[in-house]
């Protein structure tokens, strides 16, 4: 229904000097998706209160609505010609007044979780990139066809706007920061299990992949207004550091019906891990953390365990922020399982220590296109310690990658394991006690896969090499005596 729309707009937006990539595209559309979505829930609210006889304060003052400065509409309906602005007059009025005018809701709104501080503090981050007036009339024209009003609409629009910011990990390093393959992250949920009542918490929650498929797995047709009201409102919180993936990630949730996302423009690692109250913490943590970031001395400070490794970090963090009996599932480098290095060394010792490591998901090559290195799902429960840890190596049985992204079948036997812990030919069981507590490894090592060759010495390759060496310079003396 709406996919020629997103597809013309691409088409508009590559005309346009301003816009040079993937990055810009999603950005661009965030912004106008967002007034229009914006416009139709004003329009929603106003038609409520008509009909249970109260009054409606629009969010908006009049000039910024959506039908006054980018669609007027004629008496028949048709968009107004001579009311409606293009070149560089609507240039100069997004970027003089409209945006001016939305930053201002951070400071006037009364919380930081309402849908009108979410109005400022997104347009606090973005720009308007576009340089000719014309090519965003033709961008808000279709953007306009475009209805929030239905369950059946938004479905639809959230499908386009994810496909939108899977593009984007082909577009530089940081789109692909923000994607996390749908299929693993439905995985990770069906093994957490979260509740109506419970709260989720995403610390680095880049476009909210996470938070958005945790409202689809909880939420149902029969649930009371009283559940729906705690799914809404009171379940689902999130921190990014990036600006434009914090963009993506409130439009994100907006399109999957959540009105007024709990989603924080703010740094993560600045927080102190042992400042973190009861009040703060959450009954389950859902988080691919980046990897790989060298984080400055004073953000290492905030944390007992110092490491410039980004990753590191966010897990000492997710493991302060969940309530006793949690659940967390953390994507992380596979290395972290066996590096040497103090801070591995001692940050594996803390989550066994700390947390019962029930389960290690071994993600094959390719799972994050791109991304160059193997990850592994850590599955863990806050309060007792670990007894004993299920591991299970994932095999698609085909090389992963753009045309071949893991899919939810490839995830089934996992998830049906999982539960009860079986062995198999890809799954097995390490005991805590059998590990070495100088270096606490928990090394993914199949104990049914066929022993490889031992490494040669030196020496031997050398020998090896020089009487291959020796059998060719017979075969072609041979062949010089056949001449």
Known sequence: MFENSFNNIDRAMRNDEGLASELDYAEQTSWLLFLKYLDDLESERQDEATLEGRDYTAILDPDYRWGVWASPKTSKGELDHNKAKTGKDLIDFVNGKLFAYLQTFQ??????????????????????????????REVIDIVDTLDFGSSEAKHELSDLYETRIKRMGNAGRNGGEYYTPRALIRAMIKVVDPQ?????????????????????????????????DILQRKTLYGQEKKSLAYVLGVMNMILHGIEAPSIRHTNTLTENVMDISQADKHDIVLANPPFGGGERKEVQQNFPIKSGETAYL?????MRKLKAGGRGAVVIKNTFLSNTDNASVELRKELLTSCNLHTVLDCPGG?????????VVLFFEKGAPTRQVWYYQLDPGRNMGKTNPLNDDDLKEFVSLQPDKAGGEKSWTVAVDDLDKATWDLSVKNPHAPEEEPLREPEQIIADMLARDDETRLILEDIRGML
Not at 200 to 213: H, Q, R, V
Not at 314 to 318: D, G
Request: negative net charge; glycine residues 10%.
């Open 107 to 136: 400071t006037s709104a009364t919380d930081a979780d309402t849908l009108e501080y979410k109005i400022g503090e997104i347009f606090a981050e973005i720009v308007n990139k576009f340089r000719s007036g014309y090519s965003l």
């Open 196 to 228: 109506i009542g419970e709260t989720i918490y995403d610390g680095a929650c880049g476009s909210a992949g996470f938070l958005c498929e945790a409202w689809d797995h909880m939420r149902r047709d029969d649930l009371s207004s009283v559940e729906w």
């Open 314 to 318: 966010f897990l000492q963090h997710f």
């Open 367 to 375: 799972t994050f296109q791109g991304a160059g290195v193997k990850t």
